[in-house]
């Protein structure tokens, strides 16, 4: 068993095969639960060998006040269990708790995973009041080089699949899109080979932290926020993006994310009210967004619902932030470098530039030669820089843009705002 299958793994085999594929498959598992001729299952020392040759072994399970029978637990479980079977007991499932303090699968090739301290509580019909994943280990192979993957606690909260469950059930139209409230993961740490690069060199990849929060009204979603920490991309350095990474002055990229949404479902309005990137000694990235007429579809089971939604939305406005924390100085001294210039002349030369280009590209508006003098206070020194764009009436579509054969006529209808160092 390759760590990351890409294969049919016979029916649910291959979800193990992943990080992602421990959680999915206690979620589908524990998709249903609450009693209604309702005992506890208790099983021990399960072993399972699926049709690809992998090993699955579970030394308890644990179903409080479950409506399946003992049996019907064992083909849950079982990797090579039908899909459309599989399914079918997911739905079924009801539940008060079920524990599986561990699972270990050992692939035919010599990968293993080890799951610890799964739990879900109060599943019913595919909602899952809570499902936590202590931790994951996971060896193996790809491309020739070693793979590993360990991840430390993750809790889930208000977790719903039942639609996803239903799928091609006509009953599933009824049934709210899946959603999750919350969750939050400690830690993840993945070493794996580089596959853009020669044998021997890898990439490093880990996260500190995630927490998400969610809130809904009715079918829609009403508050969205995530917080992403301690993100660090680390390649080799003997490998081509190490080597390009060095020129700039890093060794990895130290990252986090912040995201802030909330739409009114009676108002038809978005806000993407924060999309923020930082870098360790680099700076930051930050969008704001506003959007109208935004169809609570947007957020529905139907696909083309969903694109009917999307097509009819209105942008009203757009910012772009800009920190500088570092790179600006990185990226002047590497290309001046490159160019065998002193970083002054190429900083003059740049200047130029956005002097030049913001007016042409908004066709010598005021609005162009206001937007190039702020750029260039940036050019010259560079602390922050703030572009917006606000629609003078009501919001741009897509069909907008569908009509328009000159770009300056969508260029028209914005008012462009630009303030640097503020």
Known sequence: MALVHNGPAGGRAGRFAAL???????????????????????????????????????????FTNTN????????????????????????????????????????KDGSKIHLTGLTASRVDAGRIEALDLASLEATGTDNGGAVSVRSGALHLDGLDVAQLLAD???????????????????????????????????????????????????????????????????????????????????????LAMTIGAKYQADAKTFALENFTIDGVQMGSVGLKAELTDVSPQLFGTDSAGRMQALFDAGVASIEIKLVNGGIFEKALAYYA?????????????????????????????????????????????????????????GALKASDFIAVSDPSEILGKLDISAAANR
Not at 29 to 51: E, R, Y
Not at 353 to 382: I, N, R, Y
Request: hydrophobic share 45%; glycine share 8%; proline share 7%.
């Open 68 to 107: 399946l029978t003992k049996d019907e637990v064992v083909e849950l479980l079982t990797p090579d269990t039908p899909t459309d079977d599989d399914r079918a007991l997911a739905q079924k499932l009801k539940a008060d708790k079920i524990a599986i303090p561990a699972i270990d699968i050992l692939g």
């Open 337 to 393: 470098k490159q160019q065998g210039l002193a970083p002054d002349k190429l900083r003059a030369q740049w200047s130029a530039a956005v002097g030049q280009a913001a007016p042409v590209m908004l066709g010598g508006s005021p609005a162009g030669l206001a937007l190039a003098a702020e750029a260039q206070k940036f050019v010259a020194d560079p602390k922050t820089l703030t572009i917006g764009a606000k629609v003078k009436s």
């Open 168 to 254: 091609d059930d006509p009953a599933s139209a009824a049934l709210s899109p899946s959603r999750l409230a919350g969750m939050t993961l400690n830690g993840l740490d993945i070493v794996a080979p580089d596959p853009e690069d020669k044998p021997g060199q890898t990439i490093h990849i880990a996260v500190a932290s995630i927490e998400v929060r969610n809130e809904y009204s009715g079918g829609s979603i009403k508050q969205a926020d995530a917080k992403v920490a301690g993100v660090v991309i680390e390649p080799s350095p003997g490998s081509e993006a190490g080597k390009s990474l060095a020129s700039l002055g890093y060794s990895k990229l130290e």
């Open 20 to 62: 992602s594929a421990g959680v999915a498959l206690f979620a589908a598992l524990c998709a249903g639960a609450a009693p209604a001729a309702a005992d506890d299952v208790t099983i021990d020392n399960l072993a399972f060998k699926s049709l690809d040759g992998d090993s699955f072994a579970i030394a308890h399970v644990e």
